[in-house]
């Protein structure tokens, strides 16, 4: 059962957090935005051109500070899967797609439906704003920018979020990840990712800005859309409570020397 607080406190966090429109990338409120030299994959080659989930889009194919690649085909970041189309499904399955990773509140699980998956994949449940102070919660009902912090600070938000990393460095098949509408939680675990594999910062920052493009956002459109502030505060809470990004890593995340380094033997070309 669903207490009334957490009920509540749910309610407003979805309010906060989704806001779903059909994708229509021909008639794109807003272009893609300018890509950096490490982009190695355009927009229409990233997206995995779902009809039943938007913002679903491979998480590689950016190139590192030191020179490597990130393997595209391997990580996926998508809205939720719970209006995926058998076709979509389909489209998982030849993708090799092994682990779905759902960082959805169990409020917004029942109100949108369970993820649909390929058959075999696993189900990892990784609720990383759900417990959450209340008024966290309240005050990202004006502004998605306000609960980023939470995504380091919230209980469970840590745990949640290494479960994908880890399950990504380890999983011999692809992983996907997503929240509600794929930008807000979903554009963290991606920042994270890209992050530790060394790929530079402003790459990061347009891998996030680009659910702006596949959600049709409108410039300053903060409930279909993101903005660099809202990441901005999220890296600045991670300087907050740890002084570094590595110490995040390792201290907050509990990420392992080990962890990294299967995840970049598994990511990294």
């Known amino acids: 059962m669903i207490r009334p607080r957490t009920l509540g406190a749910a309610v407003v966090l979805t309010a906060a957090l989704t806001f779903t429109v059909a994708p229509n990338l021909a008639a794109a409120a807003t272009p893609p935005p300018p890509p950096t030299g490490s982009v190695l994959l355009d927009p229409a080659a990233r997206s995995l051109n779902l009809s039943g989930v938007e913002n679903a889009r491979d998480a590689g194919g950016y190139r590192t500070i030191d020179g490597h690649t990130v393997r595209s085909g391997l990580v996926f970041r998508t809205a939720a899967l719970s209006s995926a189309t058998t076709a979509d499904v389909a489209v998982l399955a030849a993708h090799n797609v092994n682990s779905v990773h759902d960082l959805r509140t169990s409020y917004e699980q029942l109100l949108s439906g369970a993820d649909k998956l390929p058959a075999g994949a696993s189900d990892h449940h990784d609720d990383v704003i759900g417990q959450a102070p209340l008024p966290t919660l309240l005050s990202s009902a004006s502004a998605a920018q ?15 979020f290494a479960d994908v990393i880890r399950d990504i460095a380890y999983d011999n098949a692809a992983v996907v990840f997503h929240c509600t509408a794929g930008k807000d939680r979903t554009g963290w675990a991606a920042a994270v990712l890209l992050t530790i594999l060394g790929v530079d910062k402003d790459t990061v920052y347009y891998d996030f800005l680009l659910s702006n493009y596949y959600r049709n956002a409108a ?20 300087n907050q409570s740890y002084g570094s990004f590595d110490n995040y890593v390792h201290n907050g995340l509990g990420l392992t020397a080990a962890d990294i380094a299967a995840l970049k033997a598994k990511m990294l070309a």
Do not use: C, M, R
């Open 219 to 238: 410039p300053g459109d903060t409930n279909n859309g993101v903005t660099t502030a809202e990441l901005d505060t999220a890296f600045a809470q991670v």
């Open 146 to 160: 306000n609960v980023y912090p939470a995504f380091i600070t919230a209980p469970g938000a840590n745990a949640g």
